[in-house]
């Protein structure tokens, strides 16, 4: 394992960053999906996109946690209760973040769909059908997790911006790109 107490590895910012993006296409193609009738081609583009999208931040997921554990993070600043706060936050982060795209994947075939990788193919059909269960997996997603992500992202992003210009330290500055 390294350790690099002076900052982030540019993988973890970059994976990070990555994230920041992936996570807004997530969200702005199953938004815009909506501006569209069921009919429409670009309707079902923009679903088949929310899937892809979905399905690469669980493999980026995997990665970044396999990056996590065997690249320690930076020192946190500021006490001891920051420090475990900011550890349970991000705990709860990489949880939500697990288990949006299984949530998702469950629910397609729960329903019996197809859940296709950008056209590539379809992922494996691990469940049988069984709407009623699709249904409150679905209800989960859309209604638990996705409001929880919104919270914790959030939090996550208050935070930063606390310890920029309240507490006037690096931690946000440690994770922005360099120039």
Known sequence: M?????????????????????????????????????????RGWLVRLHFSLG????LLLVLRLYWRARHKRPQVEGPGWQRALS?????????????????GISMRQ????????????????????NPDLGKQIAFLHKEV???????????HIAAALWHHFVQKDNTLTRMLPQR
């Open 87 to 103: 550890s349970l936050l991000h705990g709860a982060l990489y949880l939500v973040l697990l288990v949006m795209p299984l949530s």
């Open 55 to 58: 399905i690469t931040v669980l």
């Open 110 to 129: 729960l329903f019996g769909r197809d859940t296709e990788f950008f056209g590539l193919f379809a992922l494996p059909r691990l469940l049988e059908k």
């Open 145 to 155: 997790f996705w409001p929880a992500l919104l919270i914790l992202v959030g939090l």
């Open 2 to 42: 390294t350790n690099q107490n002076s900052g982030w590895h540019p993988v973890t910012k970059g994976l990070h960053w990555l994230f920041v993006i992936l996570l807004l296409c997530v969200w702005g193609a199953v938004e815009l999906h909506e501006f569209y009738d069921r009919e429409d081609p670009m």
